[in-house]
């Protein structure tokens, strides 16, 4: 008897044990079933040289009221471009100083200088107006450059930056060539863009490329080098203006959004507004076309994270990313460089001087801290 009980009892202990396992077992993936890793297709243009933003688990914050807390103040320089008139754009203060701060991300100071590209003479004297910039000056903007620690970015880097301080390098330049040129990409940008690994984005008219022959494949050649970032300049490079018909507008907008994805496997996210004109509505438009960024051709000052400088015209459209400003390709570019790169240090050592007022303002509104400054 007694071992009849004994073989029960074990029975019943080896039915418990495969119960529990069996439940254990359900809670998991199998390896035979695993879940396949999710993929993506990922254009040589939309690649980035920097990893995306790494999230650092932090404790929930707990918003508090913040009628009572003082205003942030908004960085001006006195060392470089003090007459620009910065505005901000992220209107969540919890949001960016969070991202301003969190490790994976720009860096407070970084700073972009978007250079407009139209013509490159050999030869030729700059006269004041001239939208040319001479080979000898673009030679010494390239060395300046190099020597200032610059490198090129992308319009989805630039847009990824500006939107949420995703990481570039901390002295950045975006080069638009405005119009068709493909003998200026071939002759001087390519060799240029090879010779720095950087890249070159195209504001590029689709509307009639089909008419010179033999355009698309040329294009497409040279995009596939992997330097070019193509955009769009328009559909038919139409002015925009007050009285433009909307149907006008939103070809000039949407037209080139099928064309380019087409031809260069992607579509625009940047828009370049063709002679800078550009009015309410149609940045409304363009908005809701899907461009997150677009530019002018007003040389207000290089570009930090929620900080973009701005003119009255373009504060009356209230979109500052899509209403960017541009430098003018100069013999003056060098000079820009540094102006930028100086902006960029004081704006960093400001930032150092300001985390402990940021970090209280942080505990206050938001609830909690401020995520821990990179090393």
Same mark, same amino acid.
């Given at each position: 008897?007694?071992?009849?009980?004994?073989?029960?009892?074990?029975?019943?202990?080896?039915?418990?044990?495969?119960?529990?396992?069996?439940?254990?077992?359900?809670?998991?993936?199998?390896?035979?079933?695993?879940?396949?890793?999710?993929?993506?297709?990922?254009?040589p243009d939309q690649r980035s040289p920097t990893p995306p933003p790494t999230a650092t688990p932090t404790a929930t914050c707990l918003?508090?009221?913040?009628?009572?807390?003082?205003?942030?103040?908004?960085?001006?320089?006195?060392?470089?471009?003090?007459?620009?008139?910065?505005?901000?754009?992220?209107?969540?203060?919890?949001?960016?100083?969070?991202?301003?701060?969190?490790?994976?991300?720009?860096?407070?100071?970084?700073?972009?200088?978007?250079?407009?590209?139209?013509?490159?003479f050999e030869g030729m004297p700059y006269r004041p107006g001239d939208t040319h910039i001479p080979a000898e000056d673009l030679r010494?903007?390239?060395?300046?450059? +190099?020597?200032?620690?610059?490198?090129?970015?992308?319009?989805?880097?630039?847009?990824?930056?500006?939107?949420?301080?995703?990481?570039?390098?901390?002295?950045?330049?975006?080069?638009?060539?405005?119009? +068709?040129?493909?003998?200026?990409?071939?002759?001087?940008?390519?060799?240029?863009?090879?010779?720095?690994?950087?890249?070159?984005?195209?504001?590029?008219?689709?509307?009639?490329?089909?008419?010179?022959?033999?355009?698309?494949?040329?294009?497409?050649?040279?995009?596939?080098?992997?330097?070019?970032?193509?955009?769009?300049?328009?559909?038919?490079?139409?002015?925009?203006?007050?009285?433009?018909?909307?149907?006008?507008?939103?070809?000039?907008?949407?037209?080139?959004?099928?064309?380019?994805?087409?031809?260069?496997?992607?579509?625009?996210?940047?828009?370049?507004?063709?002679?800078?004109?550009?009015?309410?509505?149609?940045?409304?438009?363009? +908005?809701?076309?899907?461009?997150?960024?677009?530019?002018?051709?007003?040389?207000?000052?290089?570009?930090?994270?929620?900080?973009?400088?701005?003119?009255?015209?373009?504060?009356?459209?209230?979109?500052?990313?899509?209403?960017?400003?541009?430098?003018?390709? +100069?013999?003056?570019?060098?000079?820009?460089?540094?102006?930028?790169?100086?902006?960029?240090?004081?704006?960093?050592?400001?930032?150092?001087?300001?985390?402990?007022?940021?970090?209280?303002?942080?505990?206050?509104?938001?609830?909690?801290?401020?995520?821990?400054?990179?090393?």
């Open positions: 008897m007694h071992k009849r009980f004994w073989l029960l009892s074990t029975a019943i202990v080896v039915a418990l044990v495969s119960v529990v396992l069996g439940l254990a077992r359900a809670g998991r993936v199998r390896p035979g079933n695993a879940v396949p890793e999710a993929t993506s297709t990922v254009t918003p508090r009221p913040a009628a009572t807390i003082d205003a942030l103040p908004v960085f001006t320089s006195t060392v470089a471009f003090a007459s620009v008139h910065p505005q901000t754009y992220i209107t969540d203060v919890c949001q960016y100083l969070r991202e301003r701060w969190e490790p994976g991300h720009a860096a407070p100071g970084t700073v972009v200088v978007p250079v407009m590209f139209h013509t490159v010494r903007t390239v060395e300046t450059a +190099r020597g200032l620690g610059f490198q090129t970015i992308t319009a989805l880097q630039l847009a990824d930056f500006l939107e949420r301080n995703a990481p570039i390098p901390p002295r950045s330049m975006i080069w638009i060539l405005d119009d +068709r040129h493909p003998d200026l990409i071939e002759k001087y940008f390519l060799p240029i863009a090879r010779e720095n690994q950087w890249t070159v984005t195209l504001g590029w008219i689709v509307g009639d490329t089909g008419k010179r022959k033999g355009l698309w494949k040329q294009m497409e050649d040279l995009n596939a080098t992997g330097y070019l970032d193509v955009q769009s300049h328009g559909y038919a490079h139409l002015y925009v203006q007050p009285d433009t018909p909307e149907a006008l507008i939103r070809q000039e907008l949407v037209g080139p959004i099928a064309v380019t994805e087409e031809h260069f496997a992607h579509p625009p996210i940047a828009f370049v507004w063709p002679g800078g004109n550009f009015t309410l509505r149609s940045v409304q438009l363009a +908005r809701e076309a899907g461009y997150r960024i677009a530019f002018t051709i007003y040389a207000r000052g290089p570009l930090m994270y929620n900080w973009i400088p701005q003119g009255k015209q373009e504060r009356t459209v209230g979109d500052p990313l899509l209403v960017l400003p541009r430098f003018w390709a +100069r013999p003056d570019l060098p000079e820009v460089l540094q102006q930028a790169a100086d902006l960029g240090n004081a704006a960093a050592a400001r930032a150092q001087e300001e985390r402990g007022t940021e970090a209280g303002y942080y505990r206050q509104a938001c609830g909690c801290e401020l995520p821990s400054a990179a090393p």
